[in-house]
């Protein structure tokens, strides 16, 4: 039984308790007792009814202040997702990881080290060895579960660091089996290609005091290059992923020209979608009748996951995400549903699951500056979505309201919005 349900419960019995039940021949102290439990429990259990709504209403304001507060991105940096785009360039583009290797070996012959390797630091602290070079004799390989602290020592010192007096080298370095191999001296470089997105160059020695501070500029000098490479890297694969959107977004144009009705529209403009997302529910609402004023919701196609919100189905702006979109006019995202002990509906207040949908995704669909209706997508998965997800479906959903604007302008709208 759910917590909101069992609130109700209580609160009911507490209710008829306090009918039915009369205390006059229990004396003052038993009639006090009795209507400070009773009273008391029933002003608790409104409490935490309450709470539970205050709740639902906070994270409308925070999913409100999450999405408003989104920095905009420079000119020059027009990169979406640069882990994504990095992490891919290294495995599709050999170009890239020979660049690297090449930087890596120039650095190798500068400081003359007797094991090197480089890392990709993914968002989430996440580890990606890019190359290696060791002693003939050891293998280097990062023992499963460890974590690597002399990064953490690269961060603290700035992004640079010279340490010639290693006391704990396995422990510093947890590469090798103690008996092969204890590191004495280390140097650290760190390439940031932006906060949370990092290359890590480390270098070792089995002797003390072996590298040379003073190889600090060329270094910069050299970490100054990839940076540079990286960026010109990065700018021509957003490039090519723009490319791709825009040929998306005039295919969906050039369809949606074609057509001369509504029903058609929103066919064609769900065709094109489950070609583009992978979503295990895909939702399209208006509001009631057309009406730029209304209230209430009318869902008026879906695909995909069975559950009882299913075309011709009317539901409140008010109470739930996908009216929120529409009475809000603007976008949600939010990675999973599922909060546990609340529950956040999807249509109404009187919805007692989600089916097992988690990921949310849901943009409006605009008639002039107000919202008209929505488009949403939902998965049993938590995470699905990103921030490029939702660019590129405000992006669709806005070739889509262009032409409902223009099939209202030709008067083809009628009756058949429901039709």
């Not at 660019?391 to 099939?407: H, K, N, T, V, W």
Request: glycine letters at 6%; aromatic letters at 12%; hydrophobic letters at 40%.
């Amino acid at each position: 039984m759910s917590k909101p349900l069992q609130n109700f419960v209580i609160l009911t019995v507490l209710i008829i308790i306090g009918v039915l039940v009369n205390p006059e021949s229990w004396g003052f102290w038993g009639k006090f007792v009795f209507k400070v439990l009773d009273l008391g429990g029933i002003a608790l259990i409104l409490y935490f009814i309450w709470n539970d709504y205050q709740k639902i209403e906070t994270l409308e304001d925070d999913e409100s202040t999450t999405d408003e507060s989104e920095p905009d991105l420079p000119d020059t940096m027009i990169f979406e997702n640069k882990a994504l785009l990095l992490n891919q360039s290294l495995h599709r583009n050999p170009e890239v990881l020979d660049f690297l290797r090449k930087q890596f070996s120039i650095i190798w012959n500068l400081v003359l080290p007797h094991n090197g390797y480089l890392f990709l630091m993914l968002p989430g602290r996440e580890l990606i060895l890019v190359h290696k070079k060791l002693r003939n004799d050891l293998d280097g390989t990062k023992r499963k579960g460890k974590i690597i602290p002399a990064i953490d020592l690269i961060d603290n010192a700035k992004g640079f660091l010279v340490e010639n007096h290693i006391e704990n080298g396995d422990t510093l370095l947890p590469f090798y089996d103690g008996t092969e191999f204890t590191a004495k001296s280390f140097l650290g470089l760190r390439t940031d290609v932006d906060d949370n997105v990092r290359l890590y160059w480390l270098f070792d020695a089995e002797v003390f005091d072996f590298f040379n501070d003073e190889d600090r500029p060329v270094l910069h000098k050299i970490n100054e290059t990839v940076l540079a490479f990286i960026t010109k890297v990065l700018t021509v694969e957003q490039l090519k992923i723009e490319k791709v959107r825009t040929a998306k977004s005039l295919s969906l144009s050039e369809q949606l020209l074609k057509v001369r009705s509504v029903p058609l529209a929103v066919n064609t403009f769900i065709d094109f979608l489950i070609n583009e997302f992978k979503a295990a529910k895909l939702t399209i609402a208006f509001r009631k009748d057309f009406n730029i004023e209304a209230k209430q919701g009318v869902i008026h196609y879906t695909v995909g996951l069975e559950d009882p919100f299913k075309e011709g189905v009317e539901f409140p702006l008010e109470e739930g995400l996908n009216g929120w979109v529409i009475l809000k006019n603007r976008p949600y995202l939010l990675d999973d549903i599922d909060k546990g002990e609340y529950f956040i509906p999807r249509f109404n207040r009187s919805e007692k699951s989600n089916y097992g949908l988690r990921s949310f995704l849901s943009v409006p669909i605009h008639y002039g500056d107000a919202a008209i209706g929505m488009v949403t997508l939902e998965d049993k998965e938590a995470n699905e979505f990103s921030i490029e997800d939702k660019e590129r479906l405000i992006d669709y959903a806005g070739i889509f309201s262009g032409a409902l604007d223009r099939l209202i302008q030709e008067k083809q709208i009628g009756g058949q919005i429901n039709g």
